[in-house]
């Protein structure tokens, strides 16, 4: 007998696996539906069952008749697969961390040597969690374990394979007709959609091909940091509802903790805790949104890819991924503890290895996605889901929209002419021209002003002064930090230092606290 243990996901292809699997599936709802063919799936193809999925899913059966627990994990991680081996020899999963806590045999403890990778990406990137002895399966992988064997295997690689023979138009093409099918296929008749909405082509693109009845755009009173005024006049180009969902910053500052328990992990991304705040206003009057992730990491649309002649110079090159700010030489200065054998070059080096056989820019794309993608962005949408509530769907991370992307050669994603060239040549056929090829804001928050307001840094100068910063933090130095950052006289002089990293003292203070503030949550208050 196959019991389904635990499951998380959306399945994208239903209909076809029902029938494939002969799986009468007429009149159910979707979670039923998806848990029979789940098992069907396992009793015909076994460990490898993931192939055959096009859908996110973090899922873990036990089959009686072998006594063996399996758990899998779909391709782009967008799903989460979180595994413990206890002291006595059993082995623990669950699609949430918080959910081993209570299981016998666990202990929760801090991995310190995480905190110094968490300093530097801003997030935990890879297998490894903050709680020792936690671990996060990778995207296309899969564990079996049969109360004695535990064994690791792969269903899936990323591997590029760029086809020379299309021009611009036939990759245009390919989007906008697999744009087309994967919105039809995650959603269900009778179901109404909302969207997400930027000023970005991005989400405007699936505005324009979708049936989302409104445009949801996350506002602030600040408008020079706010892309409501572009994201209302998409909507209204295209007959759509529109409402700006203003984020304060006392909403910010009140949400924190809620969001850190939502994560389970840290996250010192701002744009994050913007899209929390704003989702859990929706959660209430909204039942399901569509959201743009997948179309910058697939089809290069980060601004840091201009500099890949320069970034895949010299001998020994290592991309660290588009939100590396901690170097070695910084974390050194702030932790107590570092540990030197556990570098993050050495961490961002072997994540990329796989992608150097390809040139620069695909190169940083396969690190990207083995590191950031996986780590921050499908992680972000999960936890952001689970927290409020709000039903999140996503067109782009649709594994034949991912195939496209496989595929296409770099000229068609980077050039002269600017990012993203092929998918915006696609939503220039449906979309205004001045919003296809709008230059990308990525997701504003104006916290910079926020931190710097003593109205809401209060609990910010409370946390690095506290035993929990005493004692993982030289105080003396993240006191200097803070200080600097707010405009006030550092207590410890490093001039150069400071002058040299003035836009970034906001981004390591923010780091710095959600660190501490996470570890109060789970280790001091929890």
């Known amino acids: 007998m196959i019991e389904l243990k635990a499951y998380s996901g959306l399945i994208r292809n239903h209909a076809e696996l029902a029938r494939e699997l002969e799986v009468d599936v007429v009149g159910l709802g979707r979670r039923e539906r998806e848990e029979r063919l789940i098992v069907a799936a396992y009793e015909k193809w076994g460990v490898k069952m993931g192939a055959h999925i096009n859908g996110q899913f973090g899922?873990?059966?036990?089959?009686?008749?072998?006594?063996?627990?399996?758990?899998?994990?779909?391709?782009?991680?967008?799903?989460?697969?979180?595994?413990?081996?206890?002291?006595?020899?059993?082995?623990?999963?669950?699609?949430?961390?918080?959910?081993?806590?209570?299981?016998?045999?666990?202990?929760?403890?801090?991995?310190?040597?995480?905190?110094?990778?968490?300093?530097?990406?801003?997030?935990?990137?890879?297998?490894?969690?903050?709680?020792?002895g936690v671990m996060k399966l990778e995207p296309g992988t899969f564990l079996t374990f049969d109360g004695e064997n535990f064994d690791l295997g792969r269903f899936w690689e990323l591997e590029f394979?760029?086809?020379?023979?299309?021009?611009?138009?036939?990759?245009?093409?390919?989007?906008?007709?697999?744009?087309?099918?994967?919105?039809?296929?995650?959603?269900d008749d009778g179901e109404v959609t909302a969207s997400f909405l930027s000023g970005g082509v991005d989400s405007s693109y699936i505005l324009a091909k979708s049936d989302a009845t409104c445009g949801y755009c996350v506002a602030y009173a600040n408008q020079q940091a706010s892309e409501e005024a572009d994201a209302r006049a998409t909507a209204e180009h295209f007959g759509r509802g529109f409402e700006g969902v203003e984020v304060t910053p006392a909403d910010f500052f009140a949400s924190v903790?809620?969001?850190?328990?939502?994560?389970?992990?840290?996250?010192?991304?701002?744009?994050?805790?913007?899209?929390?705040?704003?989702?859990?206003q929706m959660a209430g009057k909204v039942p399901l949104v569509f959201s743009g992730e997948g179309a910058d990491e697939f089809f290069a649309g980060y601004s840091v890819y201009g500099n890949a002649a320069r970034i895949g110079a010299g001998p020994d090159p290592?991309?660290?991924?588009?939100?590396?700010?901690?170097?070695?030489?910084?974390?050194?200065?702030?932790?107590?503890?570092?540990?030197?054998?556990?570098?993050?070059?050495?961490?961002?080096?072997?994540?990329?290895?796989?992608?150097?056989?390809?040139?620069?820019?695909?190169?940083?794309?396969?690190?990207?996605?083995?590191?950031?993608?996986?780590?921050?962005i499908m992680f972000n949408s999960t936890r952001i889901a689970r927290g409020t509530g709000l039903d999140i769907r996503m067109p782009y991370c649709d594994l034949r929209m991912f195939d496209i992307a496989l595929r296409m050669p770099s000229r068609f994603k980077y050039g002269s002419e600017g990012n993203k060239i092929a998918l915006r040549a696609a939503a220039a056929r449906t979309l205004p021209h001045e919003v296809a090829y709008r230059k990308k804001l990525g997701f504003p928050v104006p916290v910079r002003s926020w931190l710097a307001d003593p109205a809401f840094n209060a609990d910010i100068e409370r946390a690095f002064a506290s035993e929990t910063a005493?004692?993982?933090?030289?105080?003396?130095?993240?006191?200097?930090?803070?200080?600097?950052?707010?405009?006030?006289?550092?207590?410890?002089?490093?001039?150069?230092?400071?002058?040299?990293?003035?836009?970034?003292?906001?981004?390591?203070?923010?780091?710095i606290y959600t660190f501490i503030r996470w570890y109060e949550l789970f280790f001091v208050e929890g």
């Open 59 to 132: 899922l873990a059966l036990y089959d009686s008749s072998t006594r063996t627990l399996f758990a899998t994990r779909d391709p782009l991680g967008a799903e989460l697969l979180f595994y413990y081996a206890t002291a006595d020899g059993r082995l623990l999963v669950s699609t949430q961390i918080t959910d081993l806590f209570d299981q016998p045999g666990f202990e929760r403890k801090l991995n310190r040597p995480m905190i110094q990778f968490y300093l530097a990406y801003n997030y935990v990137p890879g297998e490894e969690t903050l709680f020792d």
């Open 161 to 187: 394979a760029p086809d020379e023979s299309k021009s611009l138009d036939d990759w245009a093409d390919e989007i906008e007709s697999t744009m087309e099918a994967s919105l039809r296929d995650i959603v």
């Open 257 to 280: 903790d809620d969001f850190l328990r939502a994560y389970e992990q840290p996250s010192a991304d701002p744009a994050g805790l913007a899209l929390y705040c704003a989702a859990r």
């Open 318 to 376: 290592v991309y660290f991924g588009s939100t590396y700010i901690m170097d070695e030489t910084e974390q050194r200065r702030f932790l107590k503890e570092y540990c030197p054998d556990r570098d993050t070059r050495e961490f961002a080096k072997e994540r990329g290895a796989g992608g150097r056989k390809y040139d620069t820019l695909t190169w940083m794309l396969y690190t990207e996605l083995r590191t950031y993608f996986e780590g921050s």
């Open 470 to 511: 005493a004692e993982f933090f030289d105080v003396d130095e993240i006191g200097a930090l803070f200080d600097a950052m707010v405009g006030r006289k550092p207590r410890k002089a490093h001039p150069i230092w400071f002058g040299r990293r003035k836009a970034n003292l906001w981004r390591y203070v923010w780091a």
